[in-house]
């Protein structure tokens, strides 16, 4: 068991691949696309800057509302003197609702370690609960042993013997002990 949960830990970090230079998040219907530097936001291709409502055209994070898939572009300058333009490019196809958001896949880690230590400290107060309180020897008994050899006297038995045509014959009627059958009704 511990070993799926090791091989799901290593492939949910594997598999989670986070661009380092620009992103998107989606936040129940917002989505915010990060470009790498701050620069100029386009709706599809670079020919015309969008219009927007916040007086800084320039920035390095952008909010939209999602309704449908959509081409975003950034256009920035790596080196603001000399160096041309980069295109920076965001196709946003999701899925956006109001009650929806994004998980990080840091967040399930952190559920796992916490569901692994909560059953540990579990596991442990049980084990110490369940501890016997008294030590493993012998108790001293009041009753003096028997000795051997003289045991009482075999008198009549308390118990009348059945008889054999009263015995059942069914298939759990006799007991089997150390060899010997005995029967049992």
């Known amino acids: 068991m511990t070993v799926q949960a090791v091989f799901v830990i290593i492939f949910m970090f594997a598999t989670s691949v986070k661009a380092e230079t620009g992103g998107a998040e989606f936040w129940k219907k917002d989505v915010t696309l990060t470009c790498p530097e701050r620069g100029t936001w386009h709706k599809g291709q670079p020919t015309t800057p969008e219009a927007t409502t916040s007086p800084v055209v320039s920035t390095k994070e952008y909010t939209f509302l999602y309704e449908r898939q959509v081409l975003y572009t950034c256009q920035y300058k790596k080196n603001e003197h000399t160096s041309p333009t980069v295109n920076y490019y965001f196709y946003v196809k999701g899925k956006a609702c109001q009650n929806c958001f994004e998980l990080d896949p840091k967040f399930f880690v952190v ?41 009482a006297p075999h008198g009549p038995s308390e118990y009348e013997t059945l008889n054999p045509n009263t015995r059942s014959q069914d298939t759990y009627s006799t007991v089997v002990n150390s060899g010997m059958v005995n029967r049992t009704g």
């Not at 796992?112 to 108790?139: N, Q």
């Open 111 to 151: 559920i796992i370690v916490v569901d692994v230590i909560g059953t540990a400290v579990v596991m442990m107060i049980i084990y110490r609960c369940s501890k016997k309180k008294s030590s493993d020897a012998p108790t001293p008994s009041n009753k003096p042993t028997p000795r051997a050899g003289h045991r």
